[in-house]
């Protein structure tokens, strides 16, 4: 799928600027990976980690790429978007100076900016540091591999099927809260997956390594419940894949998770309040999972397009 080819007789129209590594992988990859398939989708052609004599817009991802080639590699004629989220110091709970390194790379290279969640663009303006002409674009899921059709029917007389996932093992991404459900929770009314890395052995919920997206998803259609407690996350791929499978979710009341679930769950600040939340989600179940609505990749492909200056008529 990515064409890393470098013949300067080769035509294309957008070039992404981002070092993809195989799945299974972290959100950042997985979207970057579903938007160039979205695009190609629409007839265009795209290229990566080079920039040809057609490309009339460039796509670098956060600081995931290769700076001085892009240095090199750009042209006055190829518009520069630079995608951002974080900010990684608030996200991994400590500043090694990335940030400002992200804010340079924007100041020196930036036509206009892609956040993915208000929460993330607010967040960067209060640490002083304001982008070049910035946009909000929230992430999508892949609908090939990502929906809700051949779901688990929900059903309240068996046990509630609760599920998280993470990539990381960070400690922001919540691993206190889901230490103290495995020690909490009433198991005679819950089953429990983690899916991903853990730094933590549980007693109760059932761990699964990470795997591929299509796993994944047929994972997440077994389940009836997510529950997100990761920190300062500006934009959430495993809850918006999640809620893409049809599942209401419980999150911790951070980052960009309110944008993201809207009226399709509860948040939480207390992780004491999270087995009243699940009695209540279990409730109003199917009134909370008809209030899933996220944008759609082609929606979000669309907005991407028209940011980099393409629209219907060229």
Not at 186 to 213: A, C, M
Not at 234 to 245: D, W
Request: aromatic content about 12%; glycine content about 6%.
């Amino acid at each position: 799928m990515i064409d890393n080819g470098k013949d300067w007789l080769r035509r294309a129209d957008i070039s992404f600027f981002h070092e993809f590594v195989p799945p299974p992988t972290g959100g950042g990859h997985q979207f970057m990976r579903a938007l160039w398939g979205e695009l190609e989708s629409q007839g265009l052609q795209l290229e990566n980690n080079t920039i040809s004599r057609t490309t009339r817009a460039c796509l670098y991802n956060s600081f995931n790429f290769d700076f001085e080639q892009l240095k090199q590699a750009r042209k006055s004629s190829c518009k520069m978007v630079h995608r951002v989220d974080g900010p990684i110091q608030t996200y991994r709970g400590w500043d090694n100076g990335t940030d400002r390194r992200i804010w340079q790379i924007n100041q020196e290279l930036a036509n206009t900016t892609i956040f993915q969640s208000q929460y993330s663009l607010n967040q960067h303006l209060e640490l002083g540091l304001e982008f070049r002409d910035s946009h909000v674009i929230m992430n999508a899921a892949n609908p090939y591999i990502f929906h809700p059709r051949e779901r688990k029917f929900f059903d309240r007389n068996r046990k509630i099927r609760l599920l998280s996932s993470s990539w990381s093992d960070n400690q922001n991404k919540g691993f206190d809260v889901y230490q103290w459900l495995d020690k909490h929770l009433d198991w005679q009314k819950f089953d429990y997956t983690f899916v991903g890395r853990s730094p933590i052995e549980f007693k109760h919920i059932q761990l699964v390594p990470p795997v591929n997206s299509e796993q994944l998803a047929k994972l997440l259609r077994q389940h009836d419940i997510y529950i997100s407690a990761s920190q300062n996350d500006p934009c959430s791929n495993s809850l918006i894949e999640a809620l893409s499978c049809g599942l209401p979710a419980l999150y911790l009341q951070s980052g960009g998770h309110p944008e993201i679930v809207g009226e399709a769950g509860f948040g939480f600040s207390d992780r004491e309040d999270i087995p009243s939340l699940l009695d209540r989600l279990v409730s109003e179940y199917e009134e909370r999972q008809a209030q899933i609505s996220l944008p759609s990749l082609e929606e979000v492909g669309k907005s991407y397009l028209a940011v980099m200056g393409f629209n219907e008529n060229n």
